[in-house]
């Protein structure tokens, strides 16, 4: 029987990874509103994944982990070297070794929650799952901003079982296309808990566009220098080869094809392995 991470009270224990840079100010009001708006707060752990020269969003956490443990929460802070946006994906995985609940969330630091009891709906939802099918499932859970309903999750949860198959959380920078089509892929349960959740990204106007935002597809070096400097500083952008491994790539995106392709092949074998498929 599969181990699943319950609190004293049956609710599912859920975990909360948060990536974030240069947005100390977001980043304490995210981990604020999914703490205060839970009523099992003593079963969420947060996650906190910050880049190790990022002392502003460093010292948040730090601040914040007092008012996380007030409330009886738990929660860990993840710090490694800036690896740009685009290879952000990678941070997912790094996550794996520190979450203690039975599922992993990843929530951005613009996406917020408005039902209040997310949790409990998140896991009367699950252990409905676990009744049907079994403890021995794997599952997604599935959320999108009710401001930008899209054809793939905006925001997503896997349980433990999937984690511990697949040994990954993403290989991809289009994560949420592929936690979707993997759940498809691996036969899956796809969970979509009734939450007002919101995603006030920047390019709908809802937060004043920042940095970050800008370098999300960074320009050459020699065309915005400053928009470099601002982002990461004088001498970081000094190392060509780093800068070069932070520059956008598509090949990122198509999961489905070439070498990532045959990653993902791999990770859907082990779920029909898991399955006896």
């Not at 982990?65 to 860990?76: E, L, N, R, T």
């Not at 079982?161 to 979707?180: E, F, H, Q, S």
Request: proline content about 3%; some cysteine; hydrophobic content about 35%.
């Amino acid at each position: 029987m599969a181990n699943i991470q319950r609190g004293k009270s049956g609710n599912i224990k859920l975990s909360i990874g948060i990536i974030s840079r240069g947005r100390p100010n977001y980043l304490a009001a995210t981990i604020t509103n999914w703490l205060t708006t839970a009523t099992f707060k003593e079963d969420l752990d947060f996650v906190i994944a910050l880049d190790d020269d990022d002392e502003e969003s460093i010292k948040t956490y730090n601040d914040m982990q007092h008012i996380i443990k007030f409330f009886g929460a738990k929660s860990s802070l993840i710090t490694w070297p800036p690896v740009g946006y685009i290879n952000l994906y990678k941070r997912n995985n790094q996550m794996l070794p520190h979450y203690h609940g039975d599922v992993l969330m990843v929530v951005c630091d613009d996406q917020y929650v408005t039902t209040h009891g997310w949790d409990k709906v998140i896991s009367d939802d699950v252990n409905k799952v676990y009744e049907t099918h079994g403890e021995g499932i794997t599952f997604l859970v599935w959320m999108c901003g009710k401001n930008n309903i899209k054809k793939h999750p905006d925001l997503y949860g896997l349980n433990r079982k999937w984690l511990d198959i697949a040994g990954k959380y993403t290989i991809t920078a289009g994560t949420d296309a592929y936690v979707r089509d993997m759940a498809k892929s691996s036969g899956s349960v796809i969970i979509r808990p009734e939450l007002d959740v919101w995603h006030l990204q920047r390019k709908f106007g809802h937060l004043p566009s920042d940095f970050i935002e800008s370098h999300r597809k960074p320009p050459n070096l020699s065309q915005d220098k400053q928009l470099w400097v601002d982002k990461y500083g004088e001498e970081l952008i000094k190392d060509s080869e780093w800068v070069n491994s932070t520059k956008h790539d598509n090949k990122l995106y198509r999961f489905r094809h070439d070498e990532l392709g045959e990653e993902y092949e791999s990770i859907v074998k082990k779920f029909k392995d898991y399955y006896g498929k």
